[in-house]
């Protein structure tokens, strides 16, 4: 920790700390995205989410 005055301004941290705070940063994103999906009703069941994934392929297969 680097003090300034008595106080704490900065914290120094190694690169792999750093990927890893924000890789943690990114899933804790995802789950609350997806939590908010679902309270609002943007869910779909798994057969509608297979035909998506099928149609999505075939658009890129067709490019």
């Not at 005055?5 to 994103?29: K, M, N, T």
């Not at 509608?48 to 994934?53: S, T």
Request: glycine residues 6%; charged residues 30%.
């Amino acid at each position: 920790m680097i003090t300034q005055h008595g106080r704490p301004p900065a914290v120094l941290i190694s690169s792999g700390e750093y990927d890893q705070i924000r890789e943690q940063w990114r899933f804790i994103e995802s789950l609350t995205a997806g939590l908010d999906d679902s309270q609002s009703g943007r869910v779909m069941d798994t057969e509608e989410l297979k035909a998506r994934l099928a149609s999505a392929r075939e658009q890129r297969r067709s490019r």
